[in-house]
């Protein structure tokens, strides 16, 4: 079972919903938790919690990884994705039920990597997230998202001079997302390599507070 820092509710009460926060190749969950007082300030009531990947990474002697990115193939990608899902999934589960909280009380957020596992993950989770944000990242498996009526909400956020990841990457994902008509909005930003800025993390606490109905 994955573990990692947890953090709130900023008000002191019982959660009223999670946010998960998956963090980029060669980090951990120590990389995101600091984004949870930020989207605390329009979220009081939630907890966020920023697992550790499942594996160590292959990269260097530090961080953890999703998968493997030794192998870049669409096959492997596909593969890496469906283990990573596998993992997060029962972290998800425990979640919810270790504060609580139906079902769906949840988002999803990722970074890099992370956004490629919360991308695949949550378009497919039985019960789906209130939102997935999506910042650097890249849709895997595109062709394999199962039919349904109930797909959430993406927020795709993306640096327009990132040399990680390109941008078009989140552009090939805004357009396949759009073509099974899913919800999708997107910022992309000028001069931004591969990080989080400012008006990414206004956009997504303006997504959290939407879908979780806070005024």
């Known amino acids: 079972m994955l573990d990692g820092p947890r953090w709130g509710p900023r008000d002191g009460g019982p959660p009223q919903q999670l946010v998960i926060l998956c963090h980029?190749?060669?980090a951990d969950g120590q990389d995101l938790?600091?984004?949870a007082p930020h989207w605390a300030e329009v979220l009081p009531h939630a907890a966020f919690a920023a697992?550790?990947?499942p594996e160590p990474c292959d990269l260097g002697p530090y961080g953890r990884q999703w998968f493997s990115v030794g192998d870049r193939s669409?096959?492997?990608r596909l593969a890496g994705a469906t283990a990573a899902a596998a993992a997060l999934n029962p972290f998800i589960d425990a979640e919810l039920a270790r504060l609580g909280l139906p079902p769906?009380?949840?988002a999803l957020m990722g970074f890099s990597q992370g956004a490629m596992t919360v991308l695949f993950t949550g378009l497919?989770?039985?019960t789906p997230p209130r939102a997935i944000l999506a910042f650097s990242g890249a849709l895997i498996g595109a062709d394999t998202i199962?039919?349904?009526p109930d797909f959430p909400p993406v927020l795709l956020v993306h640096g327009e001079d990132d040399g990680v990841v390109p941008v078009r990457s989140s552009r090939d994902a805004e357009a396949a997302l759009r073509t099974r008509g899913i919800?999708?909005?997107s910022l992309y930003r000028p001069g931004l390599e591969h990080g989080i800025d400012h008006p990414g993390l206004a956009a997504g606490a303006q997504v959290l507070q939407r879908v979780f109905d806070q005024s």
Do not use: C, N
Request: hydrophobic share 30%.
């Open 24 to 26: 980029g190749l060669g």
């Open 33 to 35: 938790i600091d984004l």
């Open 183 to 185: 919800q999708v909005e």
């Open 74 to 76: 669409p096959a492997r």
């Open 104 to 106: 769906g009380a949840y």
């Open 124 to 126: 497919r989770r039985p």
């Open 51 to 53: 697992p550790d990947a």
């Open 146 to 148: 199962p039919d349904r």
